[in-house]
């Protein structure tokens, strides 16, 4: 699972992954699980991050730039850069900057545009998952963190056993064919993938997730055209909600040795 994807279906992955986010670029703020995006439990993980003045922070998979825009709210003597995969993300999270400060650009995980040992922090929301080639995205990341620095990750962190296995086979299957989903990892697989990029794993504070089923599933069939294999795996009805589950996820914070 920590293996990079060969390039050909990496490319795949990355365009699924451009295509579904600049398909519901209108209704990108509330599209996720609604409790994916509370941005109270972000802000208070984005609090513990080193910014000093004149330090550079950025967000990676920074979608139309919410986390970005928290960052300058906590850390107005930080300059702060948005980076994601998509021109037209890119765009709506320019427009969207009531700062007018923060830098947006476009490129992928693997390659990241900035000079070595630029960043005190960089984070990186819910967008993990999508990445096809982890190990180079996390030499990247500690090529461009200053030593000390701090690696932010915010995901979903089932254990390892069964139930990631199921959250793979069932959830990240289902939306690899839609939205360019690769994976969701463990705390282990996230040791084995950090360690060789020399990212030391410092602390992990849980952020549990309600996911509401039924709400999510008329939300894939609204939005997503979730892929019939899926839909034959579980029937609900549209709108049930009388089933959620506790979504396991938490803030990683990774320092660059
Ligand atoms: C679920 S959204 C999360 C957006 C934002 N981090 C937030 O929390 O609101 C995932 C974002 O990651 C971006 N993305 C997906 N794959 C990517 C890749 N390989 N490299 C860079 N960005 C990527 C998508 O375009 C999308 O904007």
């Known amino acids: 699972m920590a293996e990079p994807l060969d ?28 409790s994916i995006q509370d941005d109270a439990q972000t802000r208070r993980l984005l609090r513990s991050l080193p910014a000093p003045s004149g330090s550079k922070l950025v967000d990676i998979g920074c979608g139309t730039g919410i986390v970005a825009s928290h960052l300058k709210r906590l850390f107005p003597q930080a300059a702060v850069c948005g980076l994601d995969i998509s021109p037209k993300v890119i765009a709506r999270a320019r427009e969207l900057d009531r700062t007018g400060s923060i830098e947006f650009v476009l490129a992928t995980e693997s390659e990241l545009p900035f000079r070595d040992s630029v960043f005190a922090s960089a984070v990186c929301r819910f967008s993990l998952h999508h990445y096809p080639d982890l ?24 254990e390892a056993g ?26 282990e697989d996230f040791m084995d993938l950090l360690a060789p990029a020399k990212l030391k794993l410092r602390s992990v504070r849980p952020i549990p ?8 599933l008329s939300h894939c069939r609204e939005i997503r055209k979730t892929p019939a294999s899926f839909q034959k795996r579980i029937s609900f009805e ?20």
Do not use: C
Not at 11 to 21: A, D, P
Not at 141 to 155: M, N, P, T
């Open 7 to 34: 390039p050909q279906t990496a490319g795949e992955i990355r365009k699924r992954s451009r295509t579904f986010f600049e398909a519901e670029l209108d209704r990108y703020r509330d599209v996720s699980p609604p």
């Open 209 to 216: 997730l309600q996911l509401k089923i039924g709400k999510y």
């Open 162 to 187: 069964r139930f990631q296995t199921m959250l793979n086979d069932v959830f990240a299957a289902a939306e690899r064919e839609s939205a360019g989903h690769v994976a969701y990892y463990s705390l």
């Open 135 to 158: 190990p180079a995205h996390f030499r990247e990341v500690r090529r461009v963190l200053k030593r000390k620095g701090i690696y932010l990750i915010v995901e979903v962190l089932p």
């Open 238 to 257: 549209e709108g049930d909600d009388w089933f959620s589950v506790r979504l396991p996820a938490a803030g990683l914070f990774a320092e660059a040795e």
